[in-house]
Every structure is written in C-alpha cells, then in structure tokens.
C-alpha cells in the first residue's frame, strides 16, 4: 500500500485528476462485490466458511448464474469467425446462409475489418425490419440505427451529447428512483444534475406523472433539464408500464420539450400474464401529431431477453426525430471509437432475424428460447412468494425484467448499528447476507430509494435448484438477523 507522500509524487493522483471520477459510483459492481470476489478467493485457499460458494445474485450476468447460450447464435458466431467451418456438416443451412451474407457485407469477408461507425448496414437494415415487425408495421429507417456494444456505450453517447449549458445552467437529467445505477454513474462523470422522480412501490411501482412534474418544476431552479429516461421492464424493480401510462409520459415530455429516453433491453422478459410490453415509438406513432415527432432514442441488447450474451457486448439504439444537424454530430462522436465489435454485431443480427417456422435450426431454436423465459417466468414467481413469507419484507410482484426488490423493515437497533459503522442499513445488511451465507445482493441504497425505506436488489437467474437454495439461506439468515437485532 502506497503512503500519502508516494502519492503526491506521482503525476496524477487525486487532487489532479477529473474529480467527477471520484464523485461517480456504481453500485452494481461496489463495495459488496469486491468483498464478493475476496471471500472466493479466500475459499480458493481452503479458509472455512459458513458456506462453500458465493452466489453472485448482484448483477445481470445470465451465463454466470448457469444460464446456456443458445445453439443457434453460436452457431452463427463460430461460422462467421471461422469460415472454413461452412463447409462442415455438422451446421444447418440456414445457418450457413446467414454466415455468408453476414461475411458478404464485412469488408474483405472478414469479421476482422472494421465497419461503418454505426455498425454495418447489412444487420442494420435487419433491426429496422425487426422493429417494423415488433411495431405492427411502423416503418423503421436504416439510417437511424446505430449499432452498440451493449447498450451502455449508446446511452452514454446520447447522455455526452446533451452536456452543454442553456441559459448558463447545468444540464439535467430525469431518472426513475429506484435506477439502474449505470445512470447515476454516467450523469455523475459527465458533471452533469441527476434529477431524481420517485416511483410508487404501494401501487407495483408505477409512474405516476404529477410526480414527474414535480420533479421538473424543482429542479428548474438548479439546472435545466434536458432529458427523461424511462426503463420499461423496470430494473431494479420489474414492473412494466401500461400503455396508457406511455401515452402521459409522452405527452409529459412533448410538453416539457425533454428528450425520451427509452431503455428497453428487458422487453421480451415480461412474466405477468395482465402485462404487456409496448414500445415507447409505437406508441407515440398511434398518437399521432404533434406526439408522434417527439424526441426519442430507444435501446436494446443482447445481454438481457432471452440470448442473455452480456459478454459478446452487442446491442443498438434507434434515433427517432432528432433534428438532422444534431444528429450529424452524434454520428460525428460515435466514428471517434471506431465501430462496435463486429462479434456484437452478428449477436444483434441472430437477435433480429431468429430462425423462421419451416428453417432447419426453427424447432431446437423455438424449443431454447422457450425454455429460458418459461424457467425465468417460474423463478420470478419463486422468488415473489418466498419473499413475501418472510417477517417484515413488503414484495412487489416480478412483473418482467430480472429482478426483485424487496422493502425492509429493518429494526431499529440495526439501522442505530448501521450508522455506528457509518453505513447504509440496507447495506450492513447486504454486507452480513454476504458473510453469512455467501450472497451477494445489491442493497437499495445504490439504486435509490425514498428517504427511511430500505431495500435490496437480487437478480432471479440462478438455475432453479441453486435459486432454492439461496432463498433458504435467504430465510434463515433473516430470520437470525431479526434475532439479532430485535
């Protein structure tokens, strides 16, 4: 470990480097974590704990938690990155035939080269047609594609281009409390204002527009707020909009003159058979004028769904409406880094254009997909029911998405324990969940929440017998720390 004076020696250290990088956080990958990875390494080398594994329930990871790719886009990696494996019989037609027009649209046939900046047109042509079909016959322009590595890198582009100052204020950035932390983080590196709308957990975390409102109207006086980002399936809270409550959030942003900002990566996860997900572009498109040239980008990936490929990186974004000087300079930006992984792309390509009925790779395909959304479906509904058994916990149902997170109510001597160790309590008890049983959940406080509620986010993705499992534990640990603090 360095000394303070070492430090000073150095030609950076932190009193002269960006101070917003040591402001942002991302909880996601916090504290908890980082003592996650210390505990197995500790494990690795035989010291003895209460448990014999961690059980990483922190974080998205679909494959980390067991979860099997799908043949069908790996087929589809492994023969555009090694073509000579089209002449192996071991792979379908349709397969092959999708490798070698992907192969045909890369420079030199080779995944190799680089693409155009947005991605290549040839995968961008087929999420216009993928939207087109998902939106009942909206069209869907090429050009307004941009293809990602995940979505993260796009949100992050669209958040740089609105760091500029109007009327010598502050940007501002409207996010739904509780959020996905990457937000936070991004708006908090950026120097920009994070303007905070709560959503209501006593009605399953619904968006209720006069809240919106208020929030606007307050932070008027301390910045200018420029954008409003809405997740629909919710994370972490896994609750998914009605279409009526889509139309007043438009109609919220076209009054206001904000920018929409749609994080739709969780849309084929909705588990509720009263939910449907609907686009935010459908959406205003049936609303018609003036609602219908509102403002929007739109995201989705690879990572979430049911491909659960958060390591390939692959994703998009679609921009709708943006004034076409404007967009130049997005466009302008996105060519500074080059392309996203051409890996990525053909991800997004087995994304959007799956198998069809009457394919050779149609039936193990549909067989796979079916599958994981019904074994989430189930575990969704695993972790509603047990969660609500437990004293003191208040559970909104897993509606989609793939999260759940529960309300405590802490005991006061916990949160007087907490704050001797100058903790969050949400945390204290994420930090003892951690020790005692080895899983790792994000506590509320990372992602926000209203001020004396305390929550916890945990993913539903380990496999069912590794799920029940944690929640066993879950329930004794529980109900040792109530005992403990009562």
């Known amino acids: 470990m360095s000394t303070k004076k070492e430090d000073n020696m150095k030609c950076l250290n932190l009193d002269n480097i960006n101070p917003n990088f040591i402001v942002m956080e991302y909880a996601v990958r916090g504290p908890l974590v980082i003592r996650a990875g210390e505990i197995e390494k500790e494990l690795e080398k035989g010291v003895k704990k209460p448990f014999d594994q961690v059980i990483r329930a922190n974080i998205g990871d679909c494959h980390a938690m067991g979860q099997k790719p799908l043949t069908f886009l790996r087929q589809l990696l492994a023969l555009t990155l090694e073509p000579r494996l089209l002449n192996s019989p071991d792979y379908p037609d349709d397969v092959k035939e999708r490798a070698c027009a992907l192969l045909s649209s890369c420079q030199g046939g080779s995944m ?20 087109k079909e998902r939106d009942c016959g909206i069209e869907s322009d090429y050009l307004n594609i941009y293809l990602t590595g995940g979505a993260s890198p796009g949100i992050k582009s669209i958040l740089s281009l609105l760091h500029c100052h109007v009327d010598n204020k502050t940007p501002g950035v409207m996010v739904p409390i509780p959020q996905y932390p990457l937000y936070s983080a991004t708006i908090a590196e950026y120097g920009m204002c994070k303007i905070d709308y709560y959503l209501d957990e006593d009605n399953k975390w619904g968006l209720n527009c006069k809240e919106l409102q208020r929030a606007f109207d307050e932070a008027k006086g301390d910045c200018q707020p420029r954008a409003l980002v809405i997740i629909n399936p919710g994370n972490p809270t896994g609750q998914v909009l009605s279409r009526q409550n889509i139309e007043e959030i438009i109609k919220f942003a076209y009054d206001n003159q904000v920018l929409l900002l749609a994080d739709e990566v969780y849309q084929a996860n909705v588990y509720d058979k009263d939910s449907e997900f609907h686009s935010f572009k459908k959406v205003m498109y049936e609303m018609g004028e003036p609602y219908r040239s509102q403002e929007l980008v739109s995201f989705l990936s690879v990572s979430k769904g049911y491909l659960g490929e958060c390591g ?22 996105i060519t500074a880094s080059l392309c996203s992984t051409t890996a990525g ?21 549909n067989k796979e997909k079916t599958a994981v959304l019904s074994a989430l479906k189930e575990r969704a509904e695993l972790v509603h029911k047990t969660f609500c058994s437990f004293e003191g916990y208040s559970v909104n149902p897993v509606q989609g998405a793939m999260y759940v997170f529960p309300r405590i109510d802490l005991p006061p001597k916990a949160v007087e324990a907490a704050k001797a160790k100058k903790m969050a309590p949400d945390a204290l008890y994420a930090f003892e969940l951690l020790e005692s ?17 305390y929550h916890f986010r945990s993913t539903i993705l380990p496999q069912t017998d590794k799920l029940k499992l944690m929640l066993e534990k879950f329930r004794q640990f529980h109900s040792d720390f109530m005992k403990k603090y009562k």
């Open 112 to 131: 190799g080269a680089y693409t155009d900046s947005a991605g290549l047109e040839y995968v961008r042509r087929q999420v216009a047609d993928f939207i």
């Open 312 to 333: 390939i990186r692959g994703g998009y974004m679609e921009v709708i409406n943006m004034c076409p000087k404007v967009k130049a300079m997005l466009t302008k930006s």
């Open 345 to 365: 792309q053909v991800a997004v390509s087995a994304l959007v254009n799956p198998p069809r009925p009457g394919e050779p790779s149609y039936e193990l395909y």
């Open 437 to 453: 049983t080895g899983i790792c959940v994000v506590p509320g406080s990372g992602f926000g929440q209203l001020p004396g509620t």
